[in-house]
């Protein structure tokens, strides 16, 4: 057992999500000295970072600085470093620049976006994961209003004011969804030439229905929610190639091509990079999407000492199949670790993870969603209204939840979105192919 | 006269700062068709930039979309374009991609940095103008910290924890304040191996005494509010070389070295490079900064379609000298220009602009402040109190103005900034050079 190095015990925690920051929390007021570290100094709350996208809210109202939120917790030092490899026999990280030695380690370091093998198409088609896309996306989206205000012709007008959205999970749904109120509401009166309403929004589903982690009636009501919006959804439909400007798909067996110079990328993530290091290096095994194997106690088999937890874990649920990647999942895994490292200093070994289910929420635009709780399903104001109350109890921060629900308020009864800047490098027409 | 050319009237403005904003605001419920030219989406709250550098504040809560403003006046166009030049011959104004031609034309472009010569000095001592160097501030202050964090050598360790703002202007002064409460105040629990209230703040200015827009008595109270947070200000000092991590400078004719990791320049403005050539297409004259001189009614001499307004103007003051950069000459000679315009429909010609004093006002970290209102002079807390309120009720949008006050009273009463994100490329210690 770890506790018979004693002490001190060192715990290293890699990555400040929802995973990695609960261990450390959980953690509090104990003898272990906790080393958690990020490339990034803030924790971000990913659930609502479409909102940064769309305008509706500023980067610093969904992310707060992980030094802040452990600051009173005097047994945590957070370390602002990327780590990139693992030497397993030495109990070492090693980080970019240096390395930290352990006696438990705590892998949180999540997911990345993944293209399926055409990284090429990256640049065409950003995805939402951090800050910085996020604030990407929302330039390119206000920049191609602009672009089409500036279009005398008509023919290479339209193009600006389509919008593809590539993938039709809790992401894509949400994205367009505030991206077809943006242009609808938001934007209606801000021209002068074009009339953004005229917008057309494009979600492609490359399966059957949208929504797929939620039953097939919910995504019944999600698809009339987002038409309501005048979001064209189309399942599906394969995308088989992406460029500047253009989306080429087959849909029903045959080949389309979309012209659509806003395209973004919702269709899929996969484990950061530092699972498959750290499964090569432990000889623990990997699931196709990279996520790392775990016991039904979040260890590697091989090597006790080291949790994987979140999005990088493959845990299976009570159903056998993996826990989904949800922020509720790898909140309750970093903190079910975290105790397990207090229950083995006392000697015992508590029972395996029990993921417990609150539900599952998706929003579409600013006056529905769909919820799934327990055998419970609705969808609708009420839906939304608790999507509403569950994300501004979670945001870390007084201060944040506070001016979150002020904006949220405001554009709720304004059509607003205040954030829509468009921010980083300036682009020309030109630039922008035409 | 204009008004002989009879309707439509086209006024095409050049910047959607005070100056340009304002003359498009006063031109509302007119018959003139008026274009609004802007690089940049939005209208920024310049004098809160420092609140962002500073992580208290975020860019959008500074920062409103120019159509959003805009957009009930019917009559106004907002344009996101570059002006590059003009051809007055043919009344046009040459964009990046396209031109406009007017038949009234208010040139409100403003200043840019400026590195008396030196811009080499530019990439390792940003200065405050946008909302880009604003975060990129943000980035290397907070980045400067976690790179102490990490450092074991005292020695290696002290010129991240040195920081050296060049100029001491309201801008400067604002700065340095704001810095010295981030170091020993917000982040003073937040580290392990450092202390940042042992972090060395010098404010170098190179005349012989700082804020020289005041009065000597108030330079004192603000030389002296510094010194409680423990900024040392240093007059009479000539930068003489810059380097990342090196400030190479003349005090009192020796010559000294200052080892510091984060330079801030806060030195020089110049007029932007369209002031140049307005000057030579139309043949006016432009002083030594760049700026164009005007008439009385603040058009050219040879061309009274053509209005200078707000920081590009060189228009004298009642005492003879050239009014100064400050945003209140800039709104009332927007609105005045507007008013010439309206006036000329008519027939007649108002009397010369006359800038209407209010006072000056500058900050120096969370309680104090220095003000002069005519003959009034005073220091400290109601100082401050009304620097708060005049910024308050000046921002635009009344969400901004409740978020922003917010922000200040969270910030007042726990010594928190809450927007401390490290975004943008992310650095290495090595990339920084040591």
Same mark, same amino acid.
């Given at each position: ?13 890699? $990555?400040?999500?929802?995973? $990695?920051? +609960? ?13 958690? =570290? @990020?490339?990034? %100094? ?7 970072? +479409? ?17 802040? =939120?452990?600051?009173?917790?005097? %047994? ?21 620049? $240096?390395?930290?030695? +352990? ?9 990345? %976006? ?6 090429? #198409? ?30 005398? @012709? ?164 009570? @159903? ?15 903190? +079910? ?15 395996? *993870?029990?993921?417990?289910? #609150?539900? %599952? ?34 945001? =870390? $921060? *007084? ?10 308020? #405001?554009?709720? *009864? ?21």
């Amino acid at each position: 057992m770890e506790t018979q190095r004693g002490f001190p015990h060192r715990v290293v925690i890699i $990555g400040g999500g929802f995973g $990695g920051l +609960y261990a450390a929390k959980e953690l509090a007021d104990t003898a272990f000295q906790v080393t958690l =570290i @990020d490339r990034r %100094n803030f924790h971000l709350f990913q659930p609502l970072l +479409y909102q940064v996208a769309t305008g509706a809210l500023s980067p610093a109202d969904i992310a707060s600085p992980l030094r802040e =939120i452990l600051k009173r917790q005097r %047994n945590v030092q957070v370390l602002l470093a990327e780590a990139v490899d693992f030497e397993p026999g030495r109990r070492a990280v090693i980080l970019g620049d $240096g390395e930290i030695s +352990y006696d438990s380690l705590i892998v949180a370091a999540g997911m990345q %976006n993944h293209y399926f093998g055409h990284d090429d #198409w990256r640049p065409f088609a950003p995805a939402l994961k951090g800050v910085e896309d996020a604030t990407e996306i929302r330039r390119r989206l206000l920049f191609a209003f602009e672009a089409a205000e500036r279009e005398a @012709d008509p023919a290479k007008r339209a193009p600006w004011l389509t919008f593809t959205v590539v993938g039709g999970g809790p992401t894509g749904v949400e994205l367009a969804g505030a991206l077809a109120e943006l242009a609808r509401d938001t934007l209606r009166k801000d021209f002068r030439a074009i009339d953004p309403a005229e917008s057309r929004i494009i979600l492609l589903e490359g399966g059957d229905r949208i929504l797929q982690a939620f039953s097939p009636c919910l995504s019944r009501q999600a698809e009339k929610a987002l038409a309501r919006l005048g979001v064209g959804v189309r399942p599906d439909v394969k995308v088989t190639r992406l460029s500047g400007g253009e989306v080429e798909c087959i849909s029903a067996g045959t080949a389309e091509s979309i012209r659509s110079k806003t395209i973004l990328w919702a269709a899929g993530v996969k484990a950061s990079p530092l699972g498959e290091a750290l499964a090569r290096r432990t000889g623990a095994a990997a699931d196709p999407q990279g996520r790392v194997l775990v016991t039904p106690w979040l260890h590697l088999r091989s090597h006790p000492e080291i949790f994987v937890i979140g999005d990088l874990a493959h845990c299976a649920g009570a @159903d056998g199949r993996p826990l989904p990647g949800l922020a509720p999942v790898a909140i309750q895994q970093g903190q +079910y670790a975290a105790r397990l490292l207090k229950a083995r200093l006392e000697g015992w070994t508590p029972a395996p *993870f029990a993921y417990r289910d #609150w539900g %599952n929420l998706a929003t579409i635009g600013r006056a529905a969603a769909v919820a799934e709780i327990g055998k419970l399903e609705f969808s609708g104001f009420f839906a939304w209204l608790l999507w509403l109350f569950v994300h501004l109890v979670q945001l =870390i $921060g *007084f201060e944040n939840r506070l001016l979150v629900l002020i904006q949220w308020a #405001w554009n709720y *009864f304004t059509w607003n979105r205040s954030a829509r800047l468009i921010t980083g490098e300036v682009p020309s027409r030109r630039e922008k192919g035409d």
